[in-house]
Protein backbone atom coordinates (compact mmCIF):
# COMPACT_ATOMS: atom_id res chain seq x y z
CA UNK A 1 0.00 0.00 0.00
CA UNK A 2 2.82 2.26 0.87
CA UNK A 3 4.24 1.90 -2.71
CA UNK A 4 0.30 2.82 -4.28
CA UNK A 5 0.57 5.39 -2.28
CA UNK A 6 3.89 6.65 -3.82
CA UNK A 7 2.03 6.38 -6.91
CA UNK A 8 -0.52 8.20 -6.34
CA UNK A 9 1.64 11.48 -4.95
CA UNK A 10 3.98 11.37 -7.95
CA UNK A 11 0.67 10.74 -10.20
CA UNK A 12 -1.62 14.12 -8.91
CA UNK A 13 1.64 16.25 -8.79
CA UNK A 14 2.70 14.88 -12.28
CA UNK A 15 -1.08 15.44 -13.30
CA UNK A 16 -0.86 19.35 -12.05
CA UNK A 17 2.19 19.42 -14.03
CA UNK A 18 1.37 17.93 -17.14
CA UNK A 19 -1.98 20.77 -18.14
CA UNK A 20 0.56 23.45 -16.61
CA UNK A 21 1.55 24.15 -20.38
CA UNK A 22 -2.42 24.97 -20.92
CA UNK A 23 -2.56 28.03 -19.53
CA UNK A 24 -0.07 30.29 -17.79
CA UNK A 25 0.66 34.13 -17.81
CA UNK A 26 3.87 35.09 -18.17
CA UNK A 27 5.99 37.85 -19.25
CA UNK A 28 5.15 39.68 -22.82
CA UNK A 29 8.46 38.38 -24.53
CA UNK A 30 7.15 34.72 -24.02
CA UNK A 31 3.38 35.57 -24.48
CA UNK A 32 3.32 34.76 -28.18
CA UNK A 33 5.04 31.61 -27.88
CA UNK A 34 3.03 30.48 -24.96
CA UNK A 35 -0.25 31.86 -26.59
CA UNK A 36 0.62 29.66 -29.44
CA UNK A 37 1.16 26.48 -27.14
CA UNK A 38 -1.36 27.27 -24.91
CA UNK A 39 -4.47 27.22 -28.05
CA UNK A 40 -2.81 23.93 -29.50
CA UNK A 41 -3.17 21.94 -26.32
CA UNK A 42 -6.82 23.59 -24.79
CA UNK A 43 -8.23 23.31 -28.32
CA UNK A 44 -8.82 19.28 -27.07
CA UNK A 45 -11.61 19.19 -24.21
CA UNK A 46 -10.90 15.11 -23.93
CA UNK A 47 -7.69 13.52 -24.35
CA UNK A 48 -6.68 9.93 -23.69
CA UNK A 49 -3.00 8.28 -23.50
CA UNK A 50 -0.70 5.84 -22.28
CA UNK A 51 1.59 6.58 -19.88
CA UNK A 52 4.78 5.06 -18.38
CA UNK A 53 6.17 7.21 -14.77
CA UNK A 54 9.43 6.91 -13.68
CA UNK A 55 10.02 7.90 -9.77
CA UNK A 56 13.55 8.66 -8.92
CA UNK A 57 14.44 8.40 -5.02
CA UNK A 58 18.07 9.55 -4.75
CA UNK A 59 18.49 8.78 -1.21
CA UNK A 60 17.70 4.82 -2.02
CA UNK A 61 18.92 4.80 -5.45
CA UNK A 62 15.62 3.34 -6.55
CA UNK A 63 13.71 4.23 -9.71
CA UNK A 64 9.72 2.74 -9.19
CA UNK A 65 8.22 2.42 -12.94
CA UNK A 66 4.90 2.56 -13.15
CA UNK A 67 2.48 2.45 -16.35
CA UNK A 68 -1.04 2.39 -17.53
CA UNK A 69 -3.51 4.89 -19.34
CA UNK A 70 -4.92 8.37 -18.57
CA UNK A 71 -7.94 10.15 -19.27
CA UNK A 72 -8.68 13.71 -19.42
CA UNK A 73 -12.16 14.66 -19.28
CA UNK A 74 -13.17 18.70 -18.94
CA UNK A 75 -16.52 17.97 -17.69
CA UNK A 76 -15.29 15.66 -15.67
CA UNK A 77 -11.89 15.56 -14.59
CA UNK A 78 -9.07 12.95 -14.16
CA UNK A 79 -9.16 9.09 -14.40
CA UNK A 80 -5.47 7.36 -14.49
CA UNK A 81 -5.47 3.82 -14.69
CA UNK A 82 -2.53 2.39 -13.34
CA UNK A 83 -2.05 -1.19 -14.98
CA UNK A 84 1.69 -2.06 -13.11
CA UNK A 85 3.21 -2.62 -11.05
CA UNK A 86 -0.31 -2.20 -9.27
CA UNK A 87 -3.97 -2.15 -10.69
CA UNK A 88 -5.76 0.44 -9.13
CA UNK A 89 -7.67 3.70 -10.98
CA UNK A 90 -6.96 6.95 -9.62
CA UNK A 91 -10.11 10.00 -10.28
CA UNK A 92 -9.45 13.66 -9.68
CA UNK A 93 -12.51 16.03 -9.59
CA UNK A 94 -12.59 19.42 -8.62
CA UNK A 95 -13.82 18.10 -5.30
CA UNK A 96 -12.81 14.54 -4.44
CA UNK A 97 -9.90 12.47 -4.69
CA UNK A 98 -10.71 8.39 -5.22
CA UNK A 99 -8.70 5.78 -5.04
CA UNK A 100 -10.11 2.75 -6.09
CA UNK A 101 -8.33 -0.95 -6.35
CA UNK A 102 -10.03 -4.37 -6.77
CA UNK A 103 -10.72 -4.87 -3.26
CA UNK A 104 -11.01 -1.69 -1.66
CA UNK A 105 -11.90 2.33 -2.47
CA UNK A 106 -11.14 5.00 -0.90
CA UNK A 107 -11.86 9.07 -0.98
CA UNK A 108 -11.29 12.41 -0.05
CA UNK A 109 -13.05 15.58 -0.26
CA UNK A 110 -10.08 17.81 -1.93
CA UNK A 111 -10.07 20.59 0.91
CA UNK A 112 -9.15 17.58 3.62
CA UNK A 113 -6.20 16.30 1.94
CA UNK A 114 -2.55 17.42 1.53
CA UNK A 115 -2.50 16.53 -2.33
CA UNK A 116 -6.24 18.55 -2.61
CA UNK A 117 -3.97 21.41 -3.33
CA UNK A 118 -1.85 20.12 -6.28
CA UNK A 119 -4.91 18.29 -7.68
CA UNK A 120 -6.89 21.95 -7.18
CA UNK A 121 -4.21 23.13 -8.90
CA UNK A 122 -4.24 21.17 -12.08
CA UNK A 123 -8.37 21.73 -12.55
CA UNK A 124 -7.96 25.57 -11.71
CA UNK A 125 -5.43 25.29 -14.85
CA UNK A 126 -7.91 23.19 -16.92
CA UNK A 127 -10.32 25.21 -16.35
CA UNK A 128 -8.26 28.36 -17.31
CA UNK A 129 -8.06 30.23 -14.11
CA UNK A 130 -5.41 32.19 -15.01
CA UNK A 131 -5.21 34.25 -11.88
CA UNK A 132 -5.41 31.47 -9.24
CA UNK A 133 -2.40 29.25 -11.04
CA UNK A 134 0.06 32.73 -11.54
CA UNK A 135 -0.24 32.64 -7.72
CA UNK A 136 1.55 29.59 -7.15
CA UNK A 137 3.89 29.48 -10.56
CA UNK A 138 5.90 31.56 -13.49
CA UNK A 139 7.09 30.68 -16.47
CA UNK A 140 11.05 30.58 -17.00
CA UNK A 141 11.51 29.79 -20.75
CA UNK A 142 8.93 28.68 -23.57
CA UNK A 143 9.81 27.75 -27.39
CA UNK A 144 7.16 26.84 -29.96
CA UNK A 145 7.41 25.64 -33.13
CA UNK A 146 5.27 23.74 -35.67
CA UNK A 147 6.93 20.69 -34.99
CA UNK A 148 7.34 20.84 -31.14
CA UNK A 149 7.36 22.77 -28.01
CA UNK A 150 8.52 22.64 -24.33
CA UNK A 151 8.05 24.66 -21.31
CA UNK A 152 10.13 25.19 -18.31
CA UNK A 153 8.06 25.87 -15.07
CA UNK A 154 9.12 27.46 -11.74
CA UNK A 155 7.06 27.35 -8.53
CA UNK A 156 6.80 30.25 -6.45
CA UNK A 157 4.71 29.48 -3.75
CA UNK A 158 5.66 28.34 -0.29
CA UNK A 159 3.66 24.80 -1.33
CA UNK A 160 4.99 23.70 -4.65
CA UNK A 161 8.79 24.86 -3.79
CA UNK A 162 8.91 21.90 -1.23
CA UNK A 163 7.42 19.65 -3.88
CA UNK A 164 9.73 20.41 -6.67
CA UNK A 165 12.25 22.85 -8.06
CA UNK A 166 11.76 22.77 -11.55
CA UNK A 167 9.27 21.40 -14.36
CA UNK A 168 10.04 20.73 -17.84
CA UNK A 169 7.00 20.20 -20.34
CA UNK A 170 7.61 19.25 -23.83
CA UNK A 171 5.43 17.99 -26.75
CA UNK A 172 3.58 18.11 -30.16
CA UNK A 173 -0.16 18.08 -30.53
CA UNK A 174 -0.21 16.61 -27.36
CA UNK A 175 1.86 16.46 -24.06
CA UNK A 176 4.64 13.92 -24.77
CA UNK A 177 6.62 14.37 -21.70
CA UNK A 178 6.95 15.45 -17.98
CA UNK A 179 10.29 15.97 -15.99
CA UNK A 180 9.56 17.07 -12.26
CA UNK A 181 13.37 18.20 -10.62
CA UNK A 182 11.87 17.67 -7.10
CA UNK A 183 13.65 18.39 -3.43
CA UNK A 184 16.52 16.03 -2.21
CA UNK A 185 17.61 15.36 -6.27
CA UNK A 186 14.42 13.05 -6.78
CA UNK A 187 12.69 13.04 -10.04
CA UNK A 188 9.64 11.95 -11.56
CA UNK A 189 9.54 11.07 -15.81
CA UNK A 190 6.37 10.77 -17.58
CA UNK A 191 6.31 10.05 -20.77
CA UNK A 192 2.76 10.25 -22.75
CA UNK A 193 1.82 8.08 -26.23
CA UNK A 194 -0.82 6.82 -28.50
CA UNK A 195 -2.32 10.13 -27.52
CA UNK A 196 -5.66 10.92 -29.43
CA UNK A 197 -9.00 12.79 -28.94
CA UNK A 198 -11.17 9.83 -29.60
CA UNK A 199 -13.87 8.42 -28.55
CA UNK A 200 -15.11 11.80 -26.92
CA UNK A 201 -17.75 9.86 -24.66
CA UNK A 202 -17.49 8.09 -21.55
CA UNK A 203 -17.47 3.82 -21.36
CA UNK A 204 -20.09 2.72 -18.60
CA UNK A 205 -16.96 2.04 -16.37
CA UNK A 206 -15.14 5.56 -16.68
CA UNK A 207 -18.61 7.61 -16.24
CA UNK A 208 -19.16 5.51 -13.08
CA UNK A 209 -15.87 6.11 -11.73
CA UNK A 210 -16.37 9.79 -12.19
CA UNK A 211 -20.04 9.11 -10.65
CA UNK A 212 -18.21 7.96 -7.38
CA UNK A 213 -15.78 11.03 -7.08
CA UNK A 214 -18.63 13.50 -7.58
Known sequence: MKFLQQIKYAVIVSCAVASLSLSMPVASAQTTQLQQIFSQLSAT????ANFEQHKKLAS?????VSKGTVLFYKNQGVLWRIQSPVQADLVVTQKKLLQKTQRTSSQIEIDKTPYGAVATMFLQLMAGNEAALAKNFSVASARYTPAEWNVTLKPKSGLFKKLF??????????VDQIVIHEQASNSTTIRFNQQTAQPQNLTAAEYA??????
Open 165 to 174: VQVDAQGQRY
Open 209 to 214: LFQLAK
Open 60 to 64: LNKTY
Open 45 to 48: PVVR
